[in-house]
């Protein structure tokens, strides 16, 4: 990682402690985010802030973006001052923030047309994952740009997957957040069940430990309901958005999900109830109100 | 468990190697069994077969009991000629099969006024936690009653937990059944998405290993999906007359259960293709084909 340039886009709760992990083992990162106060702090441990995502790509071979939205990767990579007019010939945009499919691929070949390569690797693993560079990263792209990206990507996370061409790590995230939602809410049911039968939850966990029931889930947001302890964690607005965005891409590629589409729409409720910055299993809270 | 005698009644596909890891503890079993090819080749191993449940009772002080469904239970408990017609002073029954709760309660209830104890201990992990002695055991009952059961139970299986009073194990299994079935569903919905995306479900399932999104279902059904390997294993018959069990007990105690609801339907689909006796993973197809 010496001496490479590294531009990072987007400093938030995730991208912040992931460019302080590139910094650290030995990367010449350039920065650019839209709040300049984590600029500045990153700045006074030796960042170069950089004006515009053009002026990011100007200065560097690797561009990463850990944006909130499609949106925000569509202005960033396409729009006035952006990625894309400052681009160095034969450089790498490598978008690890959760984005749409189908724009991905529009986003990759725009890139690719520009003589440059393009990897969609978003994770999995929330802000203590990317603080301990310990997340889970699934990456979408040609064979060589993903080996280009492994370095930079194998500084994040443990487990690096090339899942296949442009956007497959974008599915494979849609994946990851179906079976999450979904798993919070088949934990929650039983749960609910449980202490409706008067039964105590915690030695229903204990009792399914290492059983076909047992999952990541289970063991910690299973956890999380028992104590009641909603405070985020991933937050419920998030995990809503990232349904809808797996039921858009479902209704694209013309397969149906009904228990995705009934997951979201309980996420809705915990929403319009006043839960949307609670943690997502506080799904919890709707099962048992009823 | 040296000169226990033990009872066992209901020598299916989980109960005959039960019955065999008991008998090779130790125990002096009294087996009854409706079919009788089972019978005379466990007394050829030197069992000791009885004609009825009176009669097992009879000769036994614990008699387990392991079979298909609440009315067999019933039956073989309270029928003609039923256990509770033999049942010794200060004996033991335990009730391994996954039996509804609010019965469960009555069938406690009955054997203690008899003067006996009532431990009911439904288990996870298939046939071949059954061959292995690896079963889940999931037990209710009071303390005493628990602590007589246990060494017997700890010859079936590693993992023997007391969740609460008369029916709080098959509480949990309704739990269990129900995390089980709503995430064969989670992942089914996840994997068919990625499909339908063009992108391998091999590497995504890959891609997913250890985060967030990791089961044990995804780890050993997520593969039958992929493989298209159908053979059960636990057959969708069996889910679906558990999730509705755990319906009929959600409705009993007043909560409302929308995914596994949902889930029960799309096992309805599944079985009205035909799919009844494939292993519950295959509602994998139900999902693909729309």
């Avoid at 802030?49 to 560097?60: G, K």
């Avoid at 080996?147 to 494979?172: D, F, I, Y």
């Avoid at 419920?236 to 039921?247: G, V, Y």
């Avoid at 479902?250 to 979201?264: H, I, K, N, Q, S």
Wanted: hydrophobic letters at 45%; aromatic letters at 4%; a negative charge.
């Amino acid at each position: 990682m010496d001496n490479l340039h590294i531009g990072f886009i987007g400093l938030g709760l995730m991208g912040k402690p992931m460019a302080l992990n590139l910094h650290r083992s030995g990367g010449s990162l350039v920065i650019h985010n839209r709040s300049q106060e984590v600029v500045r702090e990153l700045a006074d441990l030796g960042m170069t802030p950089a004006a515009s995502p053009r002026e990011v790509a100007q200065q560097t071979e690797v561009v990463v973006l850990m944006l909130s939205d499609t949106p925000a990767v569509e202005r960033v990579l396409l729009g006035e001052k952006g990625v894309l007019e400052g681009l160095r010939a034969k450089s790498l945009v490598i978008d690890m923030g959760t984005t749409a499919v189908m724009p991905t691929r529009e986003f990759a070949r725009a890139v690719e047309e520009a003589g440059s390569d393009y990897i969609d690797a978003p994770v999995s693993g929330g802000q203590i994952g990317a603080i301990e560079a310990g997340l889970t990263i699934m990456a979408g792209g040609r064979t060589d740009a993903f080996e280009r990206a492994k370095p930079v990507l194998s500084v994040l996370g443990g487990n690096v997957t090339h899942v296949g061409g442009a956007g497959a790590g974008q599915v494979a995230k849609a994946a990851n957040q179906i079976i999450v939602g979904l798993t919070i809410g088949a934990v929650a049911e039983a749960l609910a069940l449980t202490q409706a039968c008067g039964v105590d939850a915690k030695n229903v966990r204990e009792a399914l430990k290492g059983g076909f029931a047992w999952s990541r889930i289970m063991e910690l947001h299973g956890q999380r309901m028992i104590d009641g302890d909603f405070e985020p964690g991933g937050r419920s607005e998030t995990q809503r958005k990232d349904l809808q965005q797996a039921l858009d891409l479902a209704e694209a590629v013309g397969v149906e999900l009904p228990a995705t589409r009934l997951c979201r729409g309980l996420y809705d409720e915990l929403i319009e109830q006043g839960g949307g910055n609670l943690d997502h299993s506080a799904l919890f809270n709707v099962i048992r109100r009823r």
